[in-house]
């Protein structure tokens, strides 16, 4: 209703490349089917058709971190995690976009235009976020190192706490608090 749909068409017609991640790969088959009306009243609704496939709802929710190695150019490693309640099946999960020991995840149609996962976290691989804005069409990608900076963010927030807050009195206030 919001044309959506036109506005990816239109992207794809032109050489764009699209990314589904989790409900966004469910939304790129044909339909997702909620029977138990997990995410509402709704117990069926049609999907973009992008990827031949469709997606069921179900009660128990999939949640795993998962090592595996993303489907495109280099077989880049990737680490992440998968949380959804649906279970998707088609004949578009042949060519996965994501391939980890046991099992393989997600679709890429077979332009390679359209890349869809169930994994979360994927972009905070330095290497991985590399390939796929490379994938995207950006060359040359300077991607951030998400655990550098984590790092280097937790280092500040304790230089704060420490140059600002009276740790000593805390430590005081805690055995006090303990004591009575």
Same mark, same amino acid.
């Given at each position: 209703?919001?044309? %959506?749909?036109?506005?990816?068409?239109?992207?794809?017609?032109?050489?764009?490349? =699209?990314?589904?991640?989790?409900?966004?790969?469910?939304? =790129?088959?044909?339909?997702?089917?909620?029977?138990?009306?997990?995410?509402?009243?709704?117990?069926?609704?049609?999907? =973009?058709?992008?990827?031949?496939?469709?997606?069921?709802?179900?009660?128990?929710?999939?949640?795993?971190?998962?090592?595996?190695?993303?489907?495109?150019?280099?077989?880049?490693?990737?680490?992440?995690?998968?949380?959804?309640?649906?279970?998707?099946?088609?004949?578009?999960?042949?060519?996965?976009?994501?391939q980890f020991p046991d099992y393989d995840d997600g679709a890429?149609?077979?332009?390679?235009?359209?890349?869809?996962?169930?994994?979360?976290?994927?972009?905070?691989?330095?290497?991985?976020?590399?390939?796929?804005?490379? %994938?995207?069409?950006?060359?040359?990608?300077?991607?951030?190192?998400?655990?550098?900076?984590?790092?280097?963010?937790?280092?500040?927030?304790?230089?704060?706490?420490?140059?600002?807050?009276? =740790?000593?009195?805390?430590?005081?206030?805690?055995?006090?608090?303990?004591?009575?």
């Amino acid at each position: 209703s919001n044309g %959506w749909q036109e506005a990816i068409q239109r992207h794809l017609r032109y050489g764009g490349k =699209l990314m589904g991640i989790c409900g966004g790969l469910q939304m =790129l088959g044909n339909r997702i089917d909620d029977p138990l009306q997990i995410e509402g009243p709704v117990k069926q609704a049609p999907g =973009l058709a992008l990827l031949d496939m469709s997606t069921r709802l179900e009660a128990e929710k999939q949640l795993r971190r998962a090592v595996g190695r993303l489907n495109l150019k280099g077989n880049t490693p990737v680490s992440g995690y998968e949380i959804h309640a649906g279970v998707s099946t088609g004949p578009a999960l042949r060519n996965p976009a994501v391939q980890f020991p046991d099992y393989d995840d997600g679709a890429i149609s077979a332009d390679g235009r359209i890349f869809g996962t169930y994994l979360h976290g994927l972009f905070d691989n330095r290497q991985a976020c590399a390939t796929l804005l490379e %994938w995207a069409g950006l060359h040359a990608a300077e991607t951030p190192d998400y655990e550098a900076r984590r790092e280097q963010d937790i280092d500040r927030l304790a230089d704060a706490l420490e140059q600002h807050l009276d =740790l000593n009195r805390l430590v005081t206030f805690e055995k006090l608090s303990r004591a009575g």
